[in-house]
């Protein structure tokens, strides 16, 4: 569990650069599939019966 709340740490300080600075949209699809993994992460924290700090702290 301590490996899933890492990684969900990891996640939730993430940078992203879109080198082309072109209309966004890659800035977009790339925040879409983020939230997909970070919903994906916290299920597998809820099915451990845990709740993650950083949802309680406002970090995501």
Same mark, same amino acid.
């Given at each position: 569990m301590?490996?899933v709340e890492? *990684? @969900?740490?990891?996640?939730a300080? $993430?940078?992203?650069?879109?080198? =082309?600075?072109?209309?966004?949209n *890659? @800035?977009?699809?790339?925040l879409? $599939?983020?939230?997909?993994l970070? =919903?994906?992460?916290l299920d597998?924290?809820?099915?451990?019966?845990?709740?993650?700090?950083l949802?309680?702290?406002?970090v995501?």
């Open positions: 301590k490996e890492t *990684f @969900l740490h990891k996640l300080t $993430l940078r992203i650069l879109d080198p =082309a600075c072109g209309s966004g *890659f @800035l977009y699809v790339t879409e $599939l983020l939230k997909r970070e =919903a994906e992460v597998t924290l809820h099915s451990f019966g845990a709740t993650s700090k949802e309680l702290e406002g995501m």
